[in-house]
């Protein structure tokens, strides 16, 4: 990918940024899930994180699967403590 496209990950440019999240990140996924044709995604985002993210709900439906954001309204030091224990 480099060799092709250079390290779109430390360009400024937001188009090269996206590229690299969508090649490294997205498409992979998407594929994965394609082909363990799964119904179900748990993911581990917090509300905390992005104003986009205080809207969400703990279970969406999302491209026609349920996501689960078990972790959603978990603050910092509830993610510490876990960290901590494990």
């Known amino acids: 990918m480099e060799a092709i496209y250079g390290k779109l990950n430390e360009l400024e440019a937001h188009d090269a940024h996206r590229q690299y999240g969508y ?3 997205v498409e992979p996924m998407q594929r ?3 082909e363990l044709d799964a119904a ?3 993911v ?3 509300a905390s994180q992005t ?3 205080q809207h969400m709900r703990l279970v969406n439906v999302h491209k026609g699967r349920l996501k689960v954001c078990p972790i959603l309204n ?3 030091n509830i993610v ?3 960290m901590a224990m494990n």
């Open 51 to 53: 104003q986009q993210r």
């Open 74 to 76: 978990w603050g910092k």
């Open 44 to 46: 581990g985002v917090r």
């Open 40 to 42: 179900v995604l748990l």
């Open 23 to 25: 090649m490294r990140k």
């Open 32 to 34: 994965a899930l394609l």
């Open 80 to 82: 510490e403590q876990r």
